[in-house]
């Protein structure tokens, strides 16, 4: 079979005018960005609509590092969508040059279900990520410079919330002193950065409903504390217009297209294991006013992306999934069977059968939200036979739709099946129920989280964490939905515990306060909110071609 990057370059793409025409998006309302990729204005959110709007989220047992083709199983569904003849959007998030350029390589699917034009998609695309680190610096640098120039607001320099983010995994950079030589150089105070994807600023993009509600979250981010322990907003330091003013066009929604001519709205891009996993608010919202049939994702597995879908973003954007598609592979269970993961290739039935508790968990979870998955057991090249089989059978035990997809290898044919079974359980969907009701005590609301989604006994939280919840209480913030930040490697905290963990306790280590965004985020384990690069960065495997091909990327 050709590569990733060999398919993406024989397609050939319809022009991106063709594509909005499919949706019955007016020509004043696209921004063209070259032949291929366009901006679709937010106005169009105004236009009459008569389409029914159904929402497919997809969601994944826990992953291995390399993923199990969530976004490639959302590409190869919404072809096979197409193919049988129903009007569908793709509702994607934006990849990040950190993860592109470290370990993963690129985010636009692959084989035959990938969006395009993939290269662009995945470096620079319509320069929405640079637009938000440099709104997201630009507060920096004023908050230094308000220090510098006086302090009138009396800013304890200790108590400086607000950090830097460059797109980029660069664990060098986590922890730095600011100011350094001499007098005209600042004040020297501690800092770091966080990659751009974990910023607020991405959070609010992502969550914002219109412009004037993403000022007001610009306004209410909570940056620093004074010497006297009251709080400082990014109001007061008078800079929101000129970050509105940077991320003038971000807000607006990119669309390009599938290898099937699939359109595709790509926006937003937080990650799932430090911030809520989503792509925007605004782009899921115009995907169900241009099409009957929507199909969006959650980063990372259901414990994660989905959980925060359901408990954030459906509440705050009144969404309400019709179905929930939970992809899974041999290799991730026969990993949480205990597999080592040099041999996840290799046939092993009773390992694999040891893995099942992984999905058992993630099924479960699914139904705490009142809605039935449908599992997609994506096929790798050397999958056996038997092995699918013993998949399939543990899912007919729990009473769980199941399709063997091919869509990597076949495209949308590949997928007729699952969606056949999604839109059955679509048309049976019952409204979701939240995991917990917001007036709830943020420590309860941990708890329910912890036991419900990952299976843990109870919450163990540090001197830091209670000194932090004790000033979100001072603070009025109480009434916020949570955003765990947790390792996506496994259902605990802890990496290092597998399949599905039993009798351990989630230590949570500090609370933040994302006021802007409109949720908390619970640090917990040690999880950082700046990636490091392997050994060996898939970056050393790009070569730029003559013909200004990128070789490596996928």
């Given at each position: 079979?050709?590569?990733?990057?060999?398919?993406?370059?024989?397609?050939?793409?319809?022009?991106?005018?063709?594509?909005?025409?499919?949706?019955?998006?007016?020509k004043?309302?696209?921004?063209?960005?070259?032949?291929?990729?366009?901006?679709?204005?937010?106005?169009?959110?105004?236009?009459?609509?008569?389409?029914l709007?159904?929402?497919?989220?997809?969601?994944?047992t826990?992953?291995?590092?390399?993923?199990?083709?969530?976004?490639?199983?959302?590409?190869?569904?919404?072809?096979?969508?197409?193919?049988?003849?129903?009007?569908v959007?793709?509702?994607?998030?934006?990849?990040?040059?950190?993860?592109?350029?470290?370990?993963?390589?690129?985010?636009?699917?692959?084989?035959?279900?990938?969006?395009?034009?993939?290269?662009?998609?995945?470096?620079h695309?319509?320069?929405?990520?640079?637009?938000?680190?440099?709104?997201?610096?630009l507060?920096?640098?004023?908050?230094d410079?308000?220090?510098?120039?006086g302090?009138?607001?009396?800013?304890?320099?200790?108590?400086?919330?607000?950090?830097?983010?460059?797109d980029m995994?660069?664990?060098?950079?986590?922890n730095?002193?600011?100011?350094?030589?001499?007098?005209?150089?600042?004040?020297p105070?501690?800092?770091g950065?966080?990659i751009?994807?974990?910023s607020?600023v991405?959070?609010?993009?992502?969550?914002?409903?219109?412009?004037?509600?993403?000022c007001?979250?610009?306004?209410?981010?909570?940056?620093?504390?004074?010497?006297?322990?009251?709080?400082?907003?990014?109001?007061?330091?008078?800079?929101t217009?000129?970050?509105?003013?940077?991320?003038?066009d971000?807000?607006?929604?990119?669309?390009?297209?599938?290898?099937?001519?699939?359109?595709?709205?790509?926006h937003?891009?937080?990650?799932a294991?430090?911030?809520?996993?989503?792509?925007?608010?605004?782009?899921?919202?115009?995907?169900?006013?241009?099409?009957?049939?929507?199909?969006?994702?959650?980063g990372?597995?259901?414990?994660?992306?989905?959980?925060?879908?359901?408990?954030?973003?459906?509440?705050?954007?009144?969404?309400d999934?019709?179905?929930?598609?939970?992809?899974?592979?041999?290799?991730?269970?026969?990993?949480?069977?205990?597999?080592?993961?040099?041999?996840?290739?290799?046939?092993?039935?009773?390992?694999l059968?040891?893995?099942?508790?992984?999905?058992?968990?993630?099924?479960?979870?699914?139904?705490?939200?009142?809605?039935?998955p449908?599992?997609?057991l994506?096929?790798?090249?050397?999958?056996?036979?038997a092995e699918?089989?013993?998949?399939?059978?543990?899912c007919?035990?729990l009473?769980?739709?199941?399709?063997?997809?091919?869509h990597?290898?076949?495209?949308?044919?590949?997928?007729?099946?699952l969606?056949?079974?999604?839109?059955?359980?679509?048309?049976?969907?019952?409204?979701?129920r939240?995991?917990?009701?917001l007036?709830?005590?943020?420590?309860?609301?941990i708890?329910?989280?912890?036991?419900?989604?990952?299976?843990?006994?109870?919450?163990?939280?540090?001197?830091?964490?209670?000194?932090?919840?004790?000033?979100?209480?001072?603070?009025?913030f109480?009434?916020?939905?949570?955003?765990?930040?947790?390792?996506?490697?496994?259902?605990s905290?802890?990496?290092?515990?597998?399949?599905?963990?039993?009798?351990?306790?989630?230590t949570?280590?500090?609370?933040?306060i994302?006021?802007?965004?409109?949720f908390?985020?619970?640090?917990?384990?040690?999880?950082?909110?700046?990636?490091?690069?392997?050994?060996?960065?898939?970056?050393?495997r790009w070569?730029?071609?003559?013909?200004?091909?990128?070789?490596?990327?996928?």
């Amino acid at each position: 079979m050709l590569s990733d990057t060999e398919i993406a370059q024989q397609a050939q793409p319809k022009p991106i005018d063709l594509i909005a025409d499919q949706l019955g998006i007016s020509k004043d309302d696209l921004l063209p960005y070259g032949l291929e990729m366009a901006k679709i204005h937010i106005n169009a959110l105004q236009r009459p609509s008569s389409k029914l709007g159904h929402l497919i989220l997809i969601s994944a047992t826990t992953p291995t590092a390399a993923g199990e083709g969530k976004t490639t199983t959302s590409i190869g569904l919404g072809q096979a969508f197409a193919k049988l003849g129903k009007s569908v959007c793709l509702a994607l998030r934006e990849p990040s040059l950190g993860p592109c350029l470290g370990m993963k390589g690129g985010a636009t699917g692959g084989g035959y279900s990938q969006i395009l034009p993939a290269d662009r998609i995945n470096l620079h695309f319509t320069g929405d990520f640079h637009a938000i680190t440099s709104a997201n610096n630009l507060l920096s640098a004023v908050i230094d410079n308000h220090i510098y120039q006086g302090n009138k607001l009396n800013i304890d320099l200790r108590r400086v919330l607000w950090r830097r983010v460059i797109d980029m995994n660069d664990r060098s950079l986590r922890n730095i002193v600011l100011g350094l030589g001499g007098k005209l150089q600042g004040i020297p105070r501690e800092g770091g950065f966080d990659i751009t994807a974990a910023s607020e600023v991405m959070a609010m993009l992502c969550l914002a409903s219109s412009l004037d509600d993403f000022c007001q979250r610009l306004e209410n981010t909570l940056v620093a504390f004074t010497y006297n322990g009251e709080p400082v907003f990014a109001k007061q330091l008078q800079v929101t217009g000129a970050m509105l003013a940077l991320l003038r066009d971000a807000i607006h929604p990119n669309l390009v297209q599938s290898l099937e001519g699939v359109p595709t709205l790509v926006h937003g891009g937080p990650f799932a294991n430090i911030a809520h996993g989503c792509n925007s608010l605004l782009a899921t919202q115009m995907a169900q006013h241009h099409a009957d049939w929507t199909i969006t994702e959650a980063g990372f597995g259901f414990d994660l992306g989905a959980e925060k879908f359901f408990d954030i973003k459906c509440r705050l954007g009144s969404l309400d999934p019709q179905a929930v598609v939970l992809v899974t592979t041999t290799r991730a269970l026969k990993l949480h069977g205990g597999k080592s993961k040099d041999k996840l290739g290799d046939k092993d039935l009773a390992v694999l059968g040891k893995g099942l508790e992984n999905l058992d968990k993630h099924i479960e979870s699914v139904r705490k939200f009142n809605k039935q998955p449908v599992v997609a057991l994506n096929r790798f090249a050397d999958d056996n036979s038997a092995e699918l089989e013993l998949i399939k059978a543990r899912c007919q035990e729990l009473n769980t739709p199941v399709a063997i997809c091919d869509h990597y290898a076949s495209g949308g044919a590949g997928a007729i099946e699952l969606a056949q079974q999604v839109m059955q359980v679509a048309s049976q969907s019952q409204p979701f129920r939240p995991l917990y009701p917001l007036d709830l005590p943020i420590e309860e609301k941990i708890r329910i989280i912890c036991r419900e989604m990952y299976g843990a006994d109870d919450v163990a939280f540090t001197k830091q964490a209670a000194k932090d919840l004790r000033q979100v209480q001072k603070l009025g913030f109480e009434q916020l939905p949570v955003c765990i930040a947790k390792a996506p490697g496994s259902l605990s905290d802890d990496p290092n515990l597998l399949g599905r963990p039993h009798h351990f306790d989630i230590t949570v280590r500090g609370i933040q306060i994302n006021s802007g965004a409109g949720f908390l985020v619970v640090l917990t384990g040690d999880i950082m909110r700046m990636p490091g690069l392997p050994k060996h960065p898939s970056a050393e495997r790009w070569q730029l071609q003559k013909d200004g091909a990128i070789h490596g990327l996928s």
